[in-house]
């Protein structure tokens, strides 16, 4: 049974900084594609990062660029996602996603398998 575990979410002022992590079980993680969503309260999820198995390829929403940085260590089958400079609008409850088809990360959620239950950020003004 595949399971993605999300930690790290909280409640932090803007500016500031904060560093989700996914630790995934009962998959072959070194060879799956990882990725990161959101939603915000009353709006549709949305991509915000995805990262090749390989590490050589990562990608993000134009709204999260230079301020967040997705990674992976498949020693410990866990993915980050450092989050900096964090505003009010990356309010959300962030998900991580995994598949083992996909051969690089999509922002269509539909091509991911498995996903986590989500950690909340808040972002205070």
């Known amino acids: 049974q595949v399971q993605l575990v999300e930690s790290g979410g909280g409640l932090v002022q803007a500016g500031d900084s904060l560093r989700l992590s996914c630790v995934a079980s009962g998959l072959t993680f070194w060879s799956s594609v990882m990725g990161w969503f959101r939603q915000a309260p009353g709006k549709e999820r949305e991509f915000v990062a995805g990262i090749s198995w390989t590490q050589t390829f990562s990608f993000y929403r134009d709204s999260v660029k230079g301020r967040f940085t997705i990674s992976r260590d498949n020693d410990k089958n866990t993915v980050y996602l450092e989050m900096n400079s964090l505003k009010p609008e990356d309010t959300a409850v962030y998900y991580c996603?995994?598949?083992?088809?996909?051969?690089?990360?999509?922002?269509?959620?539909?091509?991911?398998?498995?996903w986590g239950q989500g950690t909340q950020v808040v972002i205070s003004t």
């Open positions: 996603a995994a598949s083992g088809r996909l051969r690089a990360p999509t922002k269509d959620g539909a091509g991911y398998e498995y």
